[in-house]
């Protein structure tokens, strides 16, 4: 299970529902969730732009996403 600090960048990966893997900041603690492959953390991700999720019916700028879908990105 992949763990991310306050503020640390991240990738988001579209296989989590998104159009595209993207960029933004991990902006809260890990919240455990109970998923069908076993525990795992959700964390709020703000994005660095505006992005649709994979049915393009709205634009977020912010969202709760699993951290089997997020990368750490290094400077």
């Known amino acids: 299970m992949k763990s991310f600090a306050l503020f640390d960048r991240v990738s988001v990966s579209p296989l989590g529902?998104?159009?595209s893997?993207?960029?933004g900041v991990v902006v809260s603690e890990p919240e455990p969730v109970?998923?069908?492959r076993g525990p795992e953390y959700f964390y709020w991700v703000e994005f660095d732009e505006p992005q649709q999720a994979i049915d393009g019916a709205d634009t977020y700028r912010k969202a709760q996403i699993?951290?089997?879908y997020l990368d750490r990105e290094w400077p």
């Open 66 to 68: 699993l951290s089997c």
């Open 21 to 23: 893997t993207f960029r």
């Open 17 to 19: 529902g998104w159009k």
């Open 34 to 36: 109970d998923t069908v």
